[in-house]
């Protein structure tokens, strides 16, 4: 496949706009001091999968960022069943599990005091009537963490509220995208 | 005299205000059996 090259005043044929594979979504700033962040219509029919990532998120306590998919504003209490491995930094054995049984929430990174905080996770059909999953791979400078989960039901979530499991956030950006259907 | 703890703020999209108190129960509520998955110790 050839992928265009434009330049400035080239004529944009609906074919090549057409082969964008991600698209932007929706940005959220995020505020000071909050336990959690909701971004709400951003998922639709649009899109079956997306991509959410953060950047220059500042965190007050070490530990992880979970996400609920949510209807309006309101998410999930509970559904979600997934695991999360994860290795102390700098080791190279001692894997450890933790399991998510019937949470609110589907783990998507690492929160750590130390460094401004940046990762990314998938999500697949959360708009869908179908299962939504999600996967992620992040680290920090206490662990390397990995995992993926699963909400077993057929809600048509249009939103995500973004938190840390401990303490708040302040600054950064919040990116969805979506994966060209 | 003891701090008072500081409210638990909540953003929607641009919003950012004071939980409801129903939303502190729901939040709390959501993290409270969160299994250690990799906290510093």
């Not at chain 1, 695991?83 to 783990?107: E, H, I, K, W």
């Not at chain 1, 697949?124 to 680290?139: I, M, V, W």
């Not at chain 2, 919003?15 to 510093?40: C, F, N, W, Y």
Request: with cysteine.
């Amino acid at each position: 496949m050839t992928y265009p090259v434009f330049t400035n005043g080239t004529v944009l044929p609906a074919s090549d706009l057409n082969a964008i594979g991600l698209w932007l979504v929706k940005t959220q700033t995020i505020g000071t001091g909050v336990s959690s962040v909701t971004l709400t219509s951003c998922f639709s029919s649009d899109y079956d999968n997306y991509l959410i990532s953060w950047s220059g998120v500042t965190c007050s306590a070490a530990g992880v960022f979970v996400g609920a998919t949510c209807v309006g504003s309101t998410p999930t209490a509970s559904g979600w069943y997934g695991n999360t491995y994860y290795v102390a930094n700098g080791a190279l054995a001692g894997l450890s599990a933790a399991n998510d049984s019937n949470t609110a929430f589907f783990a998507m990174g690492s929160t750590s005091t130390t460094y401004t905080n940046s990762g990314q996770c998938a999500l697949q059909s959360p708009y869908l009537a179908s299962e939504t999953r999600s996967q992620y791979t992040n680290a920090d400078n206490n662990y390397w963490r990995f995992g993926a989960a699963q909400l077993a039901n057929t809600t048509q979530y249009d939103g995500l509220k973004f938190y840390p499991l401990s303490g708040t956030m302040t600054g950064g950006t919040i990116r969805v995208y979506g994966y060209r259907n | 005299m003891a701090e008072e703890p500081k409210p638990l703020m909540i953003q929607i999209d641009d919003e950012v205000r004071e939980m409801t108190p129903e939303e502190v129960a729901t939040h709390k509520a959501s993290i409270a059996d969160a299994p250690q998955l990799g906290t510093p110790e």
